[in-house]
Every structure is written in C-alpha cells, then in structure tokens.
C-alpha cells in the first residue's frame, strides 16, 4: 500500500514570498490534515477535511494560510505571504475516518523562511 | 496551560533499559490516547493506542492511561538502539483533532 505522498521535500523561500506544498493521501482515505511541526515541538492541527469540506481550520493563519483538496482527493496548502516564524516542517496526514482510527503521515515538506 | 505536557528531554539510556516516557493533559474529555514515533526527518507513526483507562501491552511496549489523575505512560523494555527516536503522547475525544505533546527525544546507547 503507497503511503502519503508529499512534494517537495525541502523548499527555502524569502520572506514575503509565496509557497505552495502538495499532498497525495492513501488510497480511499477520506479524511486529510495538515500539520505543522515547529523544530522541536509536537505537531500542530493546521486544518481537517473529511473528503472535500473542511471539519477545522480553527487554528490555520487565514490571513496567510489556505488550503484545498482537490474532488476529496488531493491537498495543496499555501502561504502567501510567508514570515520568518512559518519556517517548520509541514506534515499531510491521512486517515480511513477522523473518528478514533490512525492518522498516516506523510514525510513532510521542510520550509526554511530567511 | 497547555491541553498536554509532556517533557521533552532528551533521554538518553543505555542498552537494554527499561524506559518511561510520560504526558499530562488537562481536557477530561480525551478517550483515545494515542503514542507516535517519529524518527529523525520522517513523520510521525503510530506505535499503540488505549482506548479510556488500563493499559495495554504490544511487545515491548506498554500504554498505561490513569484518567483520574490525566497522566499517560509509555513503557518500553529491554530498549533497542532502533527505538532511538522522538515519542509523542497525542490524546483526543474521537472525531477531533489530535492534540500532540512536545515530544520526548530518546537515545538508547548500545
């Protein structure tokens, strides 16, 4: 079984620029999150959908950050413009259902802002 | 006051030692209590989960959940330097997000 796919690995961008990170989940997965991962913390929610509406972005930067997924399938997150503190590592994750099952993650996208 | 604390480390252990790893959160509305592995430069894996209170063996590994006291353990025996990595307790109510600690770094020294 393919796991979660994300593109690129490593992106480093100026500040004020804009960036956009790829997802592509498991097979048949309905649910998909986003995270983000500050060196040396525990990730963090950034959004949640189950097949293409979004359950919680409650904690998503929206004047910076938006995020679709594509006909329940495919994500792209993007940052624009992007701030020195947004510099971590952005973690797809996917699951069968959002209710109590395992969330697979994906390797990330490392984000370096300078 | 963070939903979950947990110490960060690092740990560092030699061969074969028995290992606690340890997390406190403050919502009693947690049911699932879930531990993640990440290795350096991956994402987090699940290791196990427990469902309410008890405990739950895998293993090496053992989940311990203590409800009315909010405090989550993970225990590993006879520790691998493979088990080297970043252990993260992440508790939630079923259907919501769930809330990661910080991460216990963890090195096991052959």
């Known amino acids: 079984e393919a796991g979660v796919a994300q593109s690129p690995r490593y992106k480093i961008i100026e500040k004020r620029q804009s960036v956009a990170f790829w997802c592509n989940p498991i097979?048949?997965?309905?649910?998909l999150y986003w995270y983000q991962q500050i060196l040396g913390q525990g990730p963090k929610l950034l959004i949640q959908?189950?097949?293409?509406?979004?359950?919680?972005d409650s904690q998503l930067p929206k004047d910076r950050f938006s995020a679709e997924r594509l006909k329940g399938v495919d994500s792209t997150l993007k940052i624009q413009p992007a701030k020195l503190e947004d510099s971590a590592v952005y973690l797809c994750a996917s699951s069968v259902t959002g209710v109590g099952t395992e969330a697979f993650f994906g390797q990330g996208t490392r984000l370096t802002v300078v | 006051q963070k939903e979950v604390e947990q110490d960060p480390g690092p740990l560092s252990v030699p061969e074969g030692a028995i290992v606690s790893l340890n997390c406190t959160y403050s919502?009693?509305?947690?049911?699932?209590f879930m531990w993640y592995r990440q290795y350096s430069r991956k994402g987090p894996e699940l290791l196990m989960y427990?469902?309410?209170?008890g405990n739950k063996e895998d293993g090496r590994f053992t989940a311990q959940v203590d409800k009315s006291s909010k405090y989550i353990s993970l225990f590993i025996r006879d520790s691998q330097p493979s088990d080297s990595a970043t252990y993260l307790c992440a508790p939630h109510r079923g259907g919501s997000r769930l809330t990661f600690g910080e991460g216990t770094q963890l090195t096991v020294n052959p």
């Open positions: 919502n009693s509305a947690f049911q699932y």
């Open positions: 959908f189950q097949n293409n509406g979004v359950v919680d």
């Open positions: 097979s048949g997965h309905a649910t």
């Open positions: 427990t469902y309410s209170s």
